[in-house]
C-alpha cells in the first residue's frame, strides 16, 4: 500500500471502476456534507430552510483550485470531502449533547469507534486532527459532566488506532526528504520552514478565501454598533476593530487586484503578510471572548483552533496544494455562521425573509453557474477523447489534436502536458498511459505523432467546416 489512506484507498478504487458506485456514493455523501454543514452553520435554526442557501453561497465562493482539487476530483473527494463529513456527524452529535441536552443510548457509542476508524484513514492531517478534538470533546464532556462520555472515549480509542495503522505504513519512515510517490518533502530546518509558510501556508490560511474575511469583519462592526459598554470598553476593541478592516481590504486587494511580490531574497513582504495573518487571527479570538457568551465562544473557539490544527502540519510538509486547505475553509465557514446567524438574529423578522429571499436568488444563480461550467467540463471531456481515436483510424494522420478543457478553474487538465508522447520509456505505466487504457486508447508505438492543443471553439469550426 502507497501510504497509511486504507480506507479512502479503497473506496476510490471502487469509484473509479463502478459508475454506478460513484454515482450513488458522491450524491449521497455530498448531501450528506451539505446538510451537516448547514446544521452546524446555523445550530440554533436561528435561519431556518435559508440556511442551506447561504451554505451553499460559501461553498461555491471556496477557492476555485480547492474546489477542482477536492469536489471534482474523485481520489479528492474521499480523501478530504469524506473524511470532513465524519467530522462534521461527531460535531453535530457532541453539539447536540453539549448544548442541547440530548442523552445519547449508550450502546449507540461502538458507532463512534467506527467512524473515528473511517474517518482517520482517509488523509493524515485529518487523521492528526482527530486526536485533538477527540481529546478536547472527551476533557469538555467531564468538565460539563454530560452523559456522552463513554460515546467520547470511544471516538478517542478510533482515532488514536487509525493514528497507529496510518502512520505505521513503511512508507512514511522510509520518507527521508522526499516522497517519491506522493511527490512530498519534510523541511526541518528553520529556514525551509520559513519558507514553506511564506509561500505557500499564509496564503491559504486566511488570506485566500476573501469572503469569509468581510463576513466577519462586517459581523464584529454589527456587534460593535450595537453594544453599548459605557465606561468599561474593553481595552483592545477599537485596535482590533481596526485590524480587521485592514485585514479585509488587504485580503480584497490582493485576491482580485494584484498579489504583493518578493523582490528580494529576504522576502520582507510575504514575511510581514505572515505577521499580518497571524494578528489577525488573535484579534478575531479577543472579539469572540468581547462579543460572545460561554456556549457560543466554545464552537467560536474549536472551530478558530481547528483551523489552525488543520493547516500546521503543512508548514513541514512541501509543497501544500490547494487541496490540503480544504477543511481548513469549511472551519472558517463554520466560524462565518456563527457570527452571521448571531448578527441575523438580532435583525427584525420582516427584514430577514425578505434577506433570505435575496440570498436563495444569489445563491442558487453561482450554483448554476459553477454547474454550467462544471457540466460544460465533462461533456468537452468526452468529446475530446473520442476525437482522439477518430483520429487515430487514420492511418496517414501523423497529428492529434487534443480538446482542452474550456473551465480549467474547476478540473485538473489531463492533456495540458500532452498524451501520447509523454508516456516515459521506464517498465512503469505513466499518468498519460493510465488514461489511455482507462479510456481505451490505442496507440501505435512504431509511428511518431505531433500533439497539437485546441481549444473546443477550433474544434467545433473544424466540425462545421466538414
Sequence with gaps: MANGRLFSNKITYWLVRSFAFRTIFVWISFAAFLILLGKLFDFKNVLGRYKYYLVLLFFVFIPHSTYAETVNWISGYTNYVFSMLCIFIYLSFVFKCFFKGYSPKIYSSFAFLILALIGGLCVEHVTIYNVFLAVAVLFIAFKLNKKCILHAVFFLVGTVV????MFGNNNYSEIKTEDSIGMRAYVFSYSDIMHNAFTY????????FWLISIILTLSFTFFYIKSDFNEKKPKYLNV????????????????????????TPAMRVVALETAFSFIYVVAIAYLIYVFFDKNNRLRLYLYLISTFLLTAPFVFIKPATPRCFFANYM????????????VIKSIDKRYTKKIGCFVC????CSVFCVMTACLTNKHINTIRYDYIKEQLQDDKNRYIKLILLPYTEFHHDDLSDGLINSDDESDKLSYSGFIMKYYDIEVDKDKEYKEIKVPPYDYYIEKASE
Design 162 to 165: 487509525s493514528c497507529l495503522i
Design 201 to 208: 501556508v499564509v496564503k491559504h490560511y486566511t488570506k485566500d
Design 240 to 263: 482590533c476593530m481596526a485590524i480587521c478592516w485592514l485585514y479585509s481590504a488587504y485580503s480584497i486587494f490582493t485576491m482580485c487586484i494584484s498579489d504583493f511580490r518578493a523582490i
Design 331 to 342: 472551519f472558517w465557514i463554520l466560524l462565518c455562521g456563527e457570527l452571521l446567524t448571531a
Design 361 to 364: 436568488a444569489f445563491s442558487l
